[in-house]
């Protein structure tokens, strides 16, 4: 039997009508096979060929007594019939365009329904099953759930800690362009960017009117990339949006599938612009030249390449482990205490929700990157160590602000960037002989989440806060061609600025 490997001819939620469905196409091949005309089956059984036509298309459930008389016309055991195997190639089509057919989606498309006969050229049961099953995958992307869009970004995020966050393609083919342009070292200018992207057929223009949904938009057509006007606060970002808009084109992105395509095409861009900015054959020999001082900082490197600090976090998670040999950890916090955004190829333990996502997670107030806040002065980098059930970590975190309307990534209000490394790797960075040690036995709920008990004493009872919603991460998308993007708003702006 071939017949299993049909589309969905396992799922449950049909069960009881496929069931039917299968066993009318298991009783048809039986008396086409014998050379039965229903009539001719009608006749051995006693039972009017109306009522087996309705059964052999799965419209009506036969009576116990019916199905043993079938058994008996055909000389097979009751369980041959009631198998739940389509008994050939042809039947598991037919019974799939049927289950199609019967379904809640097909009934929205209001077109007429195909009678899965026999008369049907297997060509085209074959082009219509296909259709069927792409039309349900379609539909599974639009409604794409926050819980799959949290595992399809763990699963990028696991990803990217097995490989050291470190990719060889992006970085050769940034390097290539960057020089192409003319760079040899230092910050990259935004000079230097619009060169790129004229060598690759494109003019960049800034407008004050961009979609609300889009951080950049490409016109394909007339080869331009239309950019906000000025720099988001607490950044170098026109250059950073710039460089990941020519990355699609550079990395030859097509329009993303899924939400895991989606994410996947976002961390490939933002790996593309950062080593554009800090590229590797000028970044390398610059780290490995503090690490020989035992002087690494993320502040100098991030001044050194003119880039944010978060971003020269980010970039140090890229090259660190692969060049340096320098495991570590990267945390973006807010003021609340929740993650933004995390990377770990060191063993930092991630506090982690049912689906191993970390985003929106508390983490520890012990660890640097939620002590940060407690200090006044914020115009350098904090240094701590941190013992955890998983070992000593030496952390640098830097606090930061975003205006109130938010940064470029969503992120709005005070937050924090750490940077972290195990015990052992602490002596190459400054700000190892810091003084400051804390103890973190997190998940153990003893550590920092249960309040002081003579606190619940006096309070316990007393107290009534009123919540604040949570600030939604990873939210559901709105339908449209690119995941979170207003279509509609696009293609209006694009005609409105188009040239003549
Ligand atoms: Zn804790």
């Not at 205490?337 to 983490?363: C, H, K, M, S, W």
């Not at 013992?387 to 709005?412: E, K, L, R, V, Y």
């Not at 400051?436 to 002081?452: K, L």
Request: proline residues 7%; aromatic residues 8%.
């Amino acid at each position: 039997m071939d017949g299993g490997d049909v589309p969905g001819s396992n799922e449950t939620s049909a069960r009881g009508e496929t069931d039917l469905i299968t066993l009318g196409r298991r009783i048809r091949h039986l008396r086409t096979a014998h050379g039965l005309t229903l009539d001719a089956l009608g006749e051995k059984v006693g039972s009017a060929p109306s009522l087996l036509s309705l059964v052999e298309n799965g419209r009506r459930e036969p009576r116990l007594g019916l199905l043993r008389s079938i058994a008996e016309a055909f000389g097979v055991p009751m369980s041959e019939l009631l198998s739940a195997e389509p008994p050939s190639r042809r039947a598991a089509l037919e019974i799939a365009l049927d289950r199609a057919q019967r379904g809640p989606l097909f009934t929205t498309l209001g077109v007429p329904a195909v009678k899965p006969s026999q008369k049907l050229p297997m060509p085209v049961l074959e082009q219509l099953v296909g259709l069927h099953e792409e039309l349900a995958r379609r539909e599974q992307l639009a409604i794409a759930t926050p819980e799959e869009a949290r595992r399809a970004n763990t699963d990028l995020r696991l990803e990217r800690e097995a490989r050291d966050n470190h990719y060889p393609q992006f970085e050769a083919v940034a390097e290539q362009l960057v020089k192409a342009a003319g760079y040899t070292g230092g910050a990259l200018t935004h000079r230097t960017v619009a060169r790129m992207a004229e060598q690759m057929g494109f003019t960049l223009l800034h407008v004050d009117d961009l979609p609300r949904s889009a951080r950049s938009v490409t016109d394909l057509r007339n080869g331009r990339i239309y950019l906000p006007p000025a720099s988001t606060p607490g950044g170098h970002g026109l250059r950073s949006l710039a460089l990941q808009a020519l990355a699609h084109r550079v990395l030859e992105h097509d329009r993303p599938r899924s939400y895991g395509e989606f994410l996947r095409q976002r961390v490939e861009i933002t790996y593309f612009a950062a080593a554009c900015l800090a590229p590797q054959f000028v970044a390398v020999p610059f780290l490995e030249a503090r690490k020989r001082d035992r002087d690494l900082a993320v502040e100098d490197f991030r001044d050194a390449f003119g880039i944010t600090h978060e971003a020269a976090a980010m970039r140090l998670t890229n090259l660190a482990t692969h060049h340096l040999g320098i495991p570590l950890h990267f945390l973006r916090v807010g003021a609340d205490g929740a993650l933004f955004r995390g990377y770990a190829n060191d063993g930092l333990p991630f506090p982690q929700d049912v689906t191993g996502a970390i985003e929106g997670q508390l983490i520890c107030r012990r660890w640097a990157a939620r002590e940060a806040f407690e200090r006044r002065d914020r115009a350098t980098e904090f240094y701590q160590y941190t013992d955890t059930p998983a070992g000593t970590f030496w952390c640098s975190t830097q606090t930061g602000s975003m205006s109130p309307s938010g940064g470029p990534d969503g992120g709005s209000g005070a937050f924090s960037i750490t940077v972290g490394v195990p015990y052992a790797h602490a002596k190459w960075f400054r700000g190892r002989a810091t003084q400051v040690r804390r103890v973190s036995t997190c998940p153990d709920p003893a550590c920092c989440q249960r309040p002081a008990p003579e606190l619940t004493e006096r309070w316990s009872g007393e107290a009534w806060p009123s919540g604040r919603m949570h600030q939604q991460i990873l939210a559901a998308l709105p339908r449209g061609a690119f995941p979170g993007v207003d279509d509609a708003e696009v293609y209006a702006f694009l005609d409105k600025h188009a040239p003549a």
